[in-house]
Nanobody, 122 residues
Framework: QVQLVESGGGLVQAGGSLRLSCAASGRTLSSTFMGWFRQASGNKRAFVAGISRNGWTTYVDSVKGRFTISKDNAKNTVYLQMNSLKPEDTAVYYC????????????????WGQGTQVTVSS
């Protein structure tokens, strides 16, 4: 059974940084597409960033230049480095695994973590 466990969320001031981690078990990341999504209060869950099996990355426009997705296949862990955080980045962040290629559609992902709260104060 695949399990994804996120960590690293918290409260940070605007302009600060956080690094989220997503540890996977039950499936190797070297054969999957991994995505980070976020859901702000009252909003739908939305794609933030993704990384392919060969390391190709993609980002939503609002985080380009501030967020970096990476992975360590040996540790089976995906990271989301978030710099220059803004209050509008406040949300619950989820990592998700897709047995296939790139997609920003949450319904196409096969497994989800439980989420980690990120709160950015102004």
């Amino acid at each position: 059974q695949v399990q994804l466990v996120e960590s690293g969320g918290g409260l940070v001031q605007a302009g600060g940084s956080l690094r989220l981690s997503c540890a996977a078990s039950g499936r190797t990341l070297s054969s999957t597409f991994m995505g980070w999504f976020r859901q702000a209060s009252g909003n739908k869950r939305a794609f933030v960033a993704g990384i392919s099996r060969n390391g190709w990355t993609t980002y939503v426009d609002s985080v380009k230049g501030r967020f970096t997705i990476s992975k360590d296949n040996a540790k089976n862990t995906v990271y989301l480095q978030m710099n220059s955080l803004k209050p509008e980045d406040t949300a619950v962040y989820y990592c998700a695994l897709r047995v296939g290629f790139y997609s920003d559609y949450e319904g196409s992902y096969d497994y989800w973590g439980q989420g980690t709260q990120v709160t950015v104060s102004s």
